[in-house]
Antibody, heavy 122, light 108 residues
């Protein structure tokens, strides 16, 4: 059974840092690209960051570029998101999601974690 | 604003058919995927590719596309289908993904 379990969320002051983790199991983690997607309270889904299966390629939304760093440890089946210079607008539930598909049928998120809440407040 | 546009809210009578749409220029070239999200829960993939359902998704869910519009159709909506629905596809550059703003479905 595929499982994605996020951890590391919590309360942080504006300007502070936090590292999120996503522990994967039930599949060959090193074969899949992974994403972080967030959802602010009462809002829609937003791309945050993505990383290729071998970690060689990354993507960041403009809203987090230069402040967040995505990484993965395929030996530990774990995805990370290092968040810095946090702002009130970064407050959200952060989900990790597995990417599947291909160019012909499109790419999609077939498995999601349960999410971890990041609260930015003084 | 998102490059994929969805109606904020749609309602359907129990047992009737409802279509939720997603508009965007990128949909002329790329398939959309659709996600159902119930309050307090993570999104769940319901449709991907041309019209593919993951295992466990009822066959009352179907997808289609025409021009710049992708559609999610629920044939015979059930009370448990009440949720937010998000489309996802590529942005106008084709290099990255984007979500639609979401549609809140109410089953009356």
């Amino acid at each position: 059974e595929v499982q994605l379990v996020e951890s590391g969320g919590g309360l942080v002051q504006p300007g502070g840092s936090l590292r999120l983790s996503c522990a994967a199991s039930g599949f060959t983690f090193s074969s899949y690209a992974m994403h972080w997607v967030r959802q602010a309270p009462g809002k829609g889904l937003e791309y945050v960051s993505a990383i290729s299966s071998n970690g060689g390629s990354t993507y960041y939304a403009n809203s987090v570029k230069g402040r967040f760093t995505i990484s993965r440890d395929n030996s530990k089946n774990t995805l990370y998101l290092q968040m810095g210079s946090l702002r009130a607008e970064d407050m959200a539930v952060y989900y990790c999601a597995r990417v599947s598909g291909n160019y012909d049928i499109g790419y999609y998120f077939d498995y999601w974690g349960q999410g971890t809440l990041v609260t930015v407040s003084s | 604003s998102s490059e994929l546009t969805q109606d904020p809210a749609v309602s359907v009578a129990l047992g009737q058919t409802v279509r939720i749409t997603c508009q965007g220029d990128s949909l002329r070239s790329y398939y959309a995927s659709w996600y159902q999200q119930k309050p307090g829960q993570a999104p769940v993939l319901v449709i991907y590719g041309k019209n593919n359902r993951p295992s466990g998704i009822p066959d009352r869910f179907s997808g289609s596309s025409s021009g710049n519009t992708a559609s999610l159709t629920i044939t015979g909506a059930q009370a448990e289908d009440e949720a937010d629905y998000y489309c996802n596809s590529r942005d106008s550059s084709g290099n990255h993904g984007v979500f639609g703003g979401g549609t809140k479905l109410t089953v009356l």
